[in-house]
């Protein structure tokens, strides 16, 4: 006795058996395109690092140190997303270039609106790097803060205060900002202001002054220290002084230490005094009576 096999459990079965072979034969064709590809990426990331590699050694003896880590790493991520389209291109031939790039499009789109924070720093520290406003070792002064580039990364920027403080400051805050470069010259002017007596000769005391600060090695000579009245105020005569020295933090106030004593030490020993607070008192009437009636 034979048992016979309804119709649709035949049908359902050859189905399967189709499906699995035409499974089969797709992934027995694409495993080579797989492989292929697999190789393509392991090359590209070689690539990369190589190129990297590379790139940071020659920009680093033209460019900063800054601008040579970041634009390797930029390169080298652009030989990543050449090589990965590449691989899905060998991996899925049906796929056009064009799909592939329309792809990239969106998906660059939602990551930009996802990231946009991230992306703008990014951009920012790029533009930072090309433009060179300021380089690693540069005193700057920007959003209120103080100090030494120690560097300038993809995303930040970070400098170490005078007072040996770390401040990270986002590069998109940094590049929309007015930014003080101290170190932009070779030398860099500085002022202070002092006072004499107001019965003093102003114009021997400003020539004793500039005679004085001819005498401290830092300050420069050309251009040269100047000395000027600049107010008369109640109880002096206020002289601002002008005077150039070296642009950095620490030598600027070694200097201006120097240049304001032996300024005093000169005018005190000719006989110019500085001046003492005075305080005038207004007696009121009522004062003035209690005086006479005591007298």
């Given at each position: 006795?034979?048992?016979?096999?309804?119709?649709?459990?035949?049908?359902?079965?050859?189905?399967?058996?189709?499906?699995?072979?035409?499974?089969?034969?797709?992934?027995?064709?694409?495993?080579?395109?797989?492989?292929?590809?697999?190789?393509?990426?392991?090359?590209?990331?070689?690539?990369?690092?190589?190129?990297?590699?590379?790139?940071?050694?020659?920009?680093?003896?033209?460019?900063?140190?800054?601008?040579?880590?970041?634009?390797?790493?930029?390169?080298?991520?652009?030989?990543?997303?050449?090589?990965?389209?590449?691989?899905?291109?060998?991996?899925?031939?049906?796929?056009?270039?064009?799909?592939?790039?329309?792809?990239?499009?969106?998906?660059?789109?939602?990551?930009?609106?996802?990231?946009?924070?991230?992306?703008?720093?990014?951009?920012?520290?790029?533009?930072?790097?090309?433009?060179?406003?300021?380089?690693?070792?540069?005193?700057?002064?920007?959003?209120?803060?103080?100090?030494?580039?120690?560097?300038?990364?993809?995303?930040?920027?970070?400098?170490?205060?005078?007072?040996?403080?770390?401040?990270?400051?986002?590069?998109?805050?940094?590049?929309k900002s007015v930014i003080r470069v101290q170190t932009?010259?070779?030398?860099?002017?500085?002022?202070?202001?002092?006072?004499?007596?107001?019965?003093?000769?102003?114009?021997?005391?400003?020539?004793?002054?500039?005679?004085?600060?001819?005498?401290?090695?830092?300050?420069?000579?050309?251009?040269?220290?100047?000395?000027?009245?600049?107010?008369?105020?109640?109880?002096?005569?206020?002289?601002?002084?002008?005077?150039?020295?070296?642009?950095?933090?620490?030598?600027?106030?070694?200097?201006?230490?120097?240049?304001?004593?032996?300024?005093?030490?000169?005018?005190?020993?000719?006989?110019?005094?500085?001046?003492?607070?005075?305080?005038?008192?207004?007696?009121?009437?009522?004062?003035?009576?209690?005086?006479?009636?005591?007298?």
């Amino acid at each position: 006795m034979h048992l016979l096999r309804a119709p649709d459990e035949t049908d359902t079965t050859e189905e399967v058996a189709a499906s699995a072979n035409s499974i089969w034969d797709t992934a027995s064709n694409a495993l080579p395109r797989v492989g292929v590809a697999i190789a393509i990426v392991v090359i590209g990331w070689v690539a990369s690092r190589g190129l990297r590699a590379l790139l940071r050694h020659w920009w680093c003896h033209r460019q900063t140190p800054s601008f040579a880590e970041v634009m390797s790493k930029v390169a080298g991520w652009f030989v990543v997303v050449i090589v990965t389209l590449l691989a899905i291109a060998v991996t899925f031939p049906s796929v056009r270039p064009v799909d592939i790039l329309g792809g990239l499009g969106f998906f660059s789109l939602a990551i930009g609106f996802a990231f946009q924070d991230i992306l703008e720093n990014s951009l920012s520290g790029v533009l930072l790097l090309f433009r060179q406003p300021f380089r690693t070792g540069d005193q700057i002064e920007v959003q209120d803060r103080t100090g030494t580039v120690e560097a300038i990364t993809i995303r930040e920027t970070r400098l170490t205060t005078f007072d040996g403080q770390l401040v990270i400051i986002p590069n998109r805050d940094v590049y929309k900002s007015v930014i003080r470069v101290q170190t932009a010259y070779e030398v860099r002017r500085i002022e202070y202001v002092i006072g004499i007596a107001p019965d003093s000769d102003a114009d021997r005391a400003c020539e004793l002054i500039v005679s004085a600060l001819g005498d401290v090695a830092q300050v420069r000579r050309v251009p040269a220290p100047q000395a000027f009245v600049s107010r008369l105020a109640p109880s002096s005569v206020e002289v601002t002084v002008w005077y150039w020295t070296d642009p950095r933090q620490a030598d600027a106030i070694r200097t201006q230490h120097h240049a304001i004593t032996v300024a005093k030490d000169r005018l005190e020993r000719a006989g110019i005094t500085l001046p003492a607070d005075r305080l005038v008192v207004q007696p009121s009437d009522g004062l003035l009576a209690a005086l006479r009636s005591g007298e």
